[in-house]
């Protein structure tokens, strides 16, 4: 399977760049979730960011994912 290089901006993940495997018509997923474990009195959650478009100064796009507060936890 093919994957691309995705970039994360807000949250956990902020700044990482992170192999994400593409699917059958070579995008990203509109959503990715990220299951974090419980670890002592924390309890478990899952951050879910979602996918948007980034212009270069060619016109050019490429996908990368924003972190939606909303959504995790």
């Excluded at 980034?54 to 490429?62: D, S, T």
């Amino acid at each position: 399977m093919k994957s691309a290089d995705t970039e994360f901006l807000g949250g956990p993940l902020d700044g990482r760049v992170l192999p994400i495997l593409l699917s059958p018509l070579h995008t990203v997923p509109k959503v990715y979730r990220v299951p974090v474990p419980a670890h002592g009195d924390t309890p478990a959650i899952t951050l879910v960011y979602r996918r948007a478009k980034e212009y270069n100064a060619k016109g050019r796009f490429r996908w990368r994912y924003e972190y939606d507060d909303a959504a995790s936890g």
